[in-house]
């Protein structure tokens, strides 16, 4: 036990203190802040580039259609209709607005006309946002008179969800994702850290060394946990940055109920957080594992690349299978995928993020991946014991098959 500790501490400061983990934090950091603040950001860039509009027109008029642009426009000045800009040097003079809109009556009908840097912008959501205008001057009705007319008795009624209305759902799809990248960028830094831990050592030769005072399994089980609590450390650190920014740039990150009377948290649901840090654990000791095992068959550096790309390739896969499972999360796919080894992780977390998932399905996913990841340690412990002592030529996968059944 006294082995255990010296190499899980000794590994633990090692990682902490080196570049690749610092870089990684930051990276990871700068990274969330992207998703966090690219919308906002987004849709800023949008309205300032092509949602700015000048009115122009009578001002009776322009008082009706204001009321009904500003909800997809930034109106940024109101003029007369002989002032109104019509072309990009008098655009320039409001701000460098997109477009121009000049209203005007003809005989029971309103003539609207756009003089526009991109047509394909402004023109279609014009007419559409002045649609109850028109209708109002055809008919001599009101603006009340028209919202009746045109609103529908909607009730929307949620099936099989969690979620009270669209924007909840919304916001709850968008946090899923943000919680994949989490989870597939931990995964791969953490068991990537424990490869090139493994492999340094082995073409260096100091394995050597360590193996005849330690027991490999001992020595693998300290690396993969040493690089396990600093992966939770930067999930930690991850969390704390989109927990910071996520006011500026979710403007969903506190969503009401059907009623309106209390607010939800959904970044921070204890059961989604829980499930996060399992699909983490699980999926970091089923790829860690073999990225180790993979990692200790190498006598060269110049190797490692030849036997990470198949490693590899089942998380990047069940990356992908996550994002269809947050579409479409009771699908047949889905459901199964919820179950395979070094996929579950993803794809069952995904499924409970967005939609209530069955408990005896989380529970025998558990039991599967559980039952895997020690399967993998077992497995991985034999390889690394075996590939640590063998140097030369890259071994095929029967002689490693036939090294460790010897064993």
Aim: charged share 15%; with cysteine.
């Amino acid at each position: 036990m006294n082995d255990f500790g010296l190499v899980f501490g000794a590994e633990f400061t090692r990682k902490l203190r080196s570049r690749a983990f610092i870089a990684g934090t930051i990276a990871g950091m700068v990274s969330i802040a992207i998703l966090v603040l690219a919308p906002e950001l987004f849709a800023r860039t949008l309205r300032t580039s092509s949602s700015s509009i000048v009115l122009a027109g009578p001002p009776a008029l322009r008082a009706r259609a204001a009321g009904l642009l500003s909800g997809r426009y930034e109106i940024v000045a109101q003029v007369d209709t002989a002032r109104a800009p019509l072309t990009a040097a008098g655009l320039d003079r409001f701000g460098k607005a997109a477009a121009a809109v000049v209203l005007g009556y003809e005989p029971r009908r309103l003539r609207v006309d756009v003089y526009a840097r991109d047509l394909s912008q402004v023109g279609d959501g014009v007419a559409e946002s002045l649609a109850p205008l028109q209708l109002a001057l055809a008919t001599g009705t009101d603006a009340a008179g028209v919202a009746r007319l045109t609103a529908a008795d909607l009730h929307a009624h949620p099936v099989d969800s969690r979620f009270v209305n669209a924007n909840a759902a919304e916001i709850a799809h968008g946090i899923a994702f943000g919680l994949i990248f989490v989870l597939y960028l931990s995964i791969i830094i953490t068991s990537q850290s424990v490869m090139a831990s493994v492999a340094e050592e082995k073409t260096s030769r100091i394995a050597e060394v360590l193996v005849a005072a330690i027991s490999p399994t001992r020595l693998l089980a300290g690396k993969i946990l040493a690089a396990g609590t600093l992966g939770l450390g930067q999930i930690a650190i991850w969390g704390l940055t989109g927990a910071v920014l996520a006011p500026l740039g979710l403007s969903g990150f506190v969503t009401l109920s059907a009623g309106g009377a209390h607010p939800q948290l959904l970044l921070v649901a204890p059961a989604t957080l829980a499930i996060f840090l399992t699909s983490f654990v699980l999926g970091f000791v089923q790829f860690a594992t073999l990225y180790a095992a993979a990692a200790s068959l190498i006598s060269r550096t110049e190797d490692l690349g030849s036997v990470a790309t198949p490693v590899i390739l089942p998380v990047v896969g069940a990356f992908f299978l996550a994002q269809y499972a947050a579409v479409a999360p009771n699908a047949p796919l889905s459901v199964v995928a919820s179950f395979v080894p070094f996929v579950a992780p993803f794809v069952m977390f995904t499924r409970s993020a967005i939609t209530d998932v069955p408990p005896f399905e989380l529970i025998v996913s558990l039991a599967i991946n559980l039952a895997a990841a020690l399967f993998c340690f077992d497995l991985a412990g034999k390889v690394y014991r075996v590939g640590l002592l063998m140097y030369g030529k890259l071994p095929s996968l029967r002689q490693v098959a036939a090294a460790v059944r010897s064993r």
